[in-house]
């Protein structure tokens, strides 16, 4: 029988996988609650009342890959695909940072019909145009054009592993290994990129101790930002018969991520707020501490069909409405580009 005391471990300055499988375990309503007050008290100390918004255009829904759980995959032949032109993309940009934002991210498949150069010339027009901080999300490209991108002015740049767990994320993807997205996403860091991972939670076969090695190989990898965001099931994937991901254990699961990786972003995600209609004020409550509103444009936004009942709205009235929210929690709206919490960039 597990004797450990919930308040020794919470109060422990360093956690190990033991303590965090014991964390991710919790089933009494009393200490999961003991266990999220733990998490909001590290957010506030480490990352203030703050909550950063991260405007997010999603360019582009074609993908050379085949993520089993994604519904922009290659073999997906239902969906009908769109590329939003640099113009557009850099017109986007200009209403992300008119409604006060200080984060443009810009996100697509594995596209790369947009070249290196196209993507640098984006990159250098919202610059010219707009004081935002800028992170890309374009999934594995080559490492001379993250160069360019980098000094080109990109600021971040998201890549979450997925899954630590070697065997499923070779399962989950055809023509990928796990050892590869590590090699880049250290790459990323080497050349200066704010760097973002983090996994899915509720893959088929995922075990606790996988999501312990989840956080755990973000802290290895001195993550700037972590992304811990449940499965949703696309009816357009073979994961269509998948239920998504329990609700409490990507709640639990941010929690210790929050307690264990203490100065680094968490998102609320879109994918929580799928799950849970109360998701994105939820997520706040567990140490999330950064929210990312949809700025795609109408024409193409149902386009970006992940899984399946994204979230639409309007972007600027939903910015409104998340102020009050964020007011309402006794939080406030960050005014700056909420850089990496880890240097000074
Ligand atoms: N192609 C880029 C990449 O993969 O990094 C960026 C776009 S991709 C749609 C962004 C993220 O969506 C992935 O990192 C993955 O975690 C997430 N995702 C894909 N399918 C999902 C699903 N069914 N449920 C939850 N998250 C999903
Ligand atoms: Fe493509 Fe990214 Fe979806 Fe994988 S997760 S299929 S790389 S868009």
């Known amino acids: 029988a597990d004797k450990k005391n919930l308040s020794d471990v919470l109060n422990k300055p360093k956690l190990n996988k033991d ?4 964390l991710l375990n919790l089933t009494d309503e009393k200490d999961i609650s003991e266990l999220i007050r733990k998490a909001d008290s590290v957010r506030k100390e480490y990352c203030g009342d703050e909550v950063h918004l991260r405007g997010i255009i999603e360019f582009s829904n074609y993908c050379e890959q085949d993520c089993l759980y994604c519904g922009l995959r290659k073999s997906n032949h239902q969906l009908e695909r769109y590329r939003i032109s640099p113009d557009e993309i850099i017109e986007t940009a200009r209403k992300i940072s008119s409604a006060g934002i200080k984060t443009v991210v810009l996100q697509s498949g594995e596209d790369f019909y947009y070249k290196k150069e196209v993507v640098t010339n984006i990159i250098r027009n919202i610059k010219a145009a707009c004081d935002v901080a800028i992170t890309l999300s374009l999934g594995e490209r080559n490492f001379d054009e993250y160069y360019e991108w980098k000094s080109a002015g990109a600021d971040r740049y998201l890549l979450k592993h997925e899954t630590a767990n070697e065997k499923l994320y070779s399962a989950l993807h055809s023509h990928q290994k796990l050892e590869e997205r590590l090699t880049h996403l250290k790459y990323l860091k080497s050349i200066g990129f704010q760097a973002g991972s983090g996994n899915i939670i509720g893959l088929p076969g995922q075990t606790i101790e996988d999501i312990a090695d989840d956080i755990l190989l973000c802290k290895e990898f001195d993550c700037d930002m972590c992304s811990f965001s449940p499965f949703i099931p696309s009816p357009e994937t073979p994961m269509k018969s998948i239920p998504p991901a329990d609700l409490k254990l990507t709640l639990k699961t941010m929690a210790v991520a929050r307690i264990v990786l203490k100065n680094v972003h968490i998102p609320a995600t879109t994918a929580l707020s799928t799950l849970s209609p109360e998701g994105r004020k939820l997520g706040l409550t567990v140490g999330a501490n950064v929210i990312m509103p949809n700025f795609t444009p109408d024409e193409y936004k149902d386009k ?3 899984y399946a009942n994204k979230k639409t709205y309007d972007p600027v009235k939903y910015v409104e409405d998340l102020k009050q929210m964020i007011h309402s929690m006794g939080r406030k709206i960050g005014t700056d ?9």
């Open 19 to 22: 303590d965090i499988i014991y």
């Open 304 to 306: 970006y069909r992940i």
């Open 337 to 345: 580009k909420g850089h990496s919490l880890k240097k000074n960039y």
